[in-house]
């Protein structure tokens, strides 16, 4: 099945808003708490920062805001949400503040009933292509309880470079992560 991974368009908000609110109860619920997840939802993924960062994002070379759109057999009714339709994943991008040469992705996921689908893989193949010519790697962090984020960055090829503390909650550590971009 063939899925379109674009450019999002501040038309992609809500979408994008639910599928990170879906992506975290189901991956941080246990670590964190629902409660937590929603707050750091409704903080994180607010309607109006989630506008801007689309906005700053399709006006720049160096960052890109990416949604990957279900294919023909992902559209079925009795399958799929309204927001589901337009967007299965998300992946976000912007410039390590420390180093010009590094991309930092900010946000990466993927509605969770689409986990394992290819989607994500599709998202980070795109970022790729797009960035190349302005990084020479991607940088990102993980929670270090989250399995699920810990084996997809593994399986694409990422090396973990370190272990910090998150400023997420108490006691919670992130691995941070790093891959070349292939030119």
Not at 114 to 118: A, E, K, L, P, V
Not at 144 to 148: G, T
């Given at each position: 099945m063939t899925r379109a991974v674009r450019r999002a368009t501040t038309d992609d908000v809500w979408a994008v808003h639910e599928t990170a609110r879906e992506s975290w109860h189901a991956a941080y619920d246990e670590i964190i708490g629902p409660e937590t997840v929603d707050d750091v939802?409704?903080?994180?993924?607010?309607?109006?920062?989630?506008?801007?960062?689309?906005?700053?994002?399709?006006?720049?070379?160096?960052?890109?805001?990416l949604v990957v759109e279900p294919g023909p057999s992902d559209r079925e009714p009795?399958?799929?949400s309204d927001f589901e339709r337009g967007c299965l994943g998300f992946a976000h991008v912007v410039p390590w503040p420390e180093n010009a040469a590094v991309a930092y992705l900010a946000r990466l996921y993927v509605r969770p009933e689409?986990?394992?689908?290819?989607a994500g893989?599709?998202?980070l193949e795109r970022l790729e292509a797009e960035l190349g010519a302005s990084f020479d790697r991607i940088r990102l962090s993980v929670l270090?309880?989250?399995?699920?984020g810990v084996?997809?960055?593994e399986s694409a090829g990422f090396e973990r470079v370190g272990t910090r503390e998150t400023g997420l909650a108490s006691g919670l550590e992130e691995y941070v992560y790093e891959k070349p971009i292939s030119q």
């Open positions: 939802v409704d903080d994180w993924y607010a309607i109006g920062d989630l506008e801007s960062s689309i906005s700053d994002a399709s006006d720049r070379d160096d960052a890109a805001f009795e399958t799929c689409r986990w394992g689908s290819g893989t599709r998202l270090v309880d989250n399995d699920i084996s997809f960055y």
